[in-house]
């Protein structure tokens, strides 16, 4: 059985805690930050988990992180 590829986007996007959880960053943080107030800024510094919907299929696409 072959090596299954890891898809690069997602392994640039997505970190795999010791429990499992997968991390992500919050959207919304890239451009247009003048408009944003500093409180909304701040909110998306923290750190963000995948929903468990969503989990199974980003699991598949990072197998060996």
Do not use: C, Q, W
């Not at 072959?2 to 429990?19: E, N, V």
């Not at 409180?39 to 988990?49: D, F, N, W």
């Amino acid at each position: 059985m072959p090596k299954i590829k890891t898809h690069r986007g997602a392994a640039k996007r997505f970190l795999l805690t010791k429990s499992g959880k997968i991390k992500r960053a919050k959207a919304y943080k890239s451009h247009l930050l003048t408009k944003k107030t500093s409180k909304r800024k701040r909110g998306l510094r923290k750190e963000a988990y995948v929903s468990a919907a969503d989990a199974a299929n980003i699991k598949k696409l990072i197998p060996y992180k």
